[in-house]
């Protein structure tokens, strides 16, 4: 079977979690051409993969896309332009898998997906917890029945974000979208949607820059379109690392890694813990490339699609307005 013809835009640093996957794990990709301001990036990543390989390096996005016509697209940069580097590949005739988060306003996240129905091309979004076996048995236990009525979510994220970004473009508004929030904590608040699995009708959110340009600390309330009710704390200040989310249901309570794993599901109705999906679950653990390439070849369906980037990208509107205005806003 014919490779598909895979193109990069945006070569920091953590494109090469992906490269890895493409041709470690997949080997069913092509990699045929770079895109990246700062050259030196792009060189690195050709310095990654076997030696002598050489590859087209693009300073400016559209004309590689216009020289090369890749069928698939991987999107790594800045927050800000995830926007119009996937709705020009898609728009190019690519498919597309951009990092989270999809984009950072709710205008441009309904735009791309429409974008990628009216072009029929897959439109995924890089997001790890919801590509593994913990998080599809998850949804399993919250649709029948064993969890009961979801009625609470709580989810938290810590780490020293603050010293880590300082001076890089995450803290650079104009970049990234926002703080701590729109990047590490958005895989908790992704996770979260995913599993509750409904709209946010209101929010009340407070946040604290600890004299950064954007967020770096933030607490919120949130109230989803199905009853249940949840909160956030997202720490950017904090010598330590944590990330997870407990879900209490009607029968049971459901602790989870936003990043998949740390699984477990107790309840008096239960016989023993379950701390893991079963022996032989049918939908085991995969990298985002992976799925990306089943999606394509039409084998799999997307584990974190375009409507998940909308339910983030409304939630992450409503947070900052209300954080701006100081009171609860309707989402």
Not at 54 to 83: C, N, Q, W
Not at 84 to 112: F, W
Not at 236 to 256: F, R, V
Request: proline share 4%; hydrophobic share 40%.
């Amino acid at each position: 079977m014919k490779r598909i013809r895979l193109a990069i835009i945006g070569c920091g640093g953590f494109v090469h979690y992906h490269l890895r996957s493409v041709f470690d794990d997949v080997k069913g990709f092509r990699l045929v051409a770079l895109a990246d301001p700062d050259r030196t990036h792009a060189e690195r990543v050709i310095r990654s993969r076997p030696a002598g390989r050489k590859l087209p390096i693009y300073s400016d996005h559209r004309k590689m896309l216009r020289e090369i016509g890749p069928d698939a697209v991987i999107v790594s940069t800045p927050h800000t332009l995830h926007f119009r580097h996937c709705y020009d590949a898609i728009q190019a005739g690519a498919h597309v898998m951009v990092e989270k988060p999809m984009v950072t306003n709710s205008r441009d996240a309904r735009r791309l997906v429409a974008a990628a129905k009216a072009r029929r091309r897959v439109l995924s979004i890089a997001i790890q917890g919801t590509h593994t076996d913990t998080f599809a048995y998850a949804r399993k236990l919250l649709t029948d029945g064993t969890i009961g009525e979801l009625q609470l979510v709580t989810g938290v994220l810590a780490q020293g974000w603050l010293e880590g970004t300082r001076g890089a473009w995450r803290q650079n508004p104009k970049l990234s979208g926002g703080g701590q929030l729109y990047d590490s904590t958005a895989h908790v608040l992704s996770a979260m949607m995913f599993l509750v699995n409904s709209p946010v009708k209101e929010v009340f959110c407070w946040t604290d820059n600890k004299g950064a340009p954007v967020d770096i600390n933030a607490v919120a309330a949130i109230k989803f379109a199905n009853g249940c009710m949840g909160t956030i704390t997202s720490g950017g200040n904090c010598k330590s690392w944590k990330s997870h989310l407990i879900l209490q249901g009607k029968n049971a309570l459901l602790e989870i890694s936003a990043h998949g794993g740390d699984f477990r599901v107790t309840g008096a109705a239960l016989k023993k813990p379950i701390t893991a999906a079963p022996e032989g679950w049918k939908v085991r653990t995969v990298s985002p490339a992976q799925n990306f390439y089943d999606a394509i070849r039409g084998r799999a369906k997307l584990r974190c699609p375009g409507r998940l980037g909308v339910l983030l990208a409304d939630l992450m509107d409503g947070l900052y307005k209300s954080a701006k205005l100081r009171r609860p806003v309707k989402v």
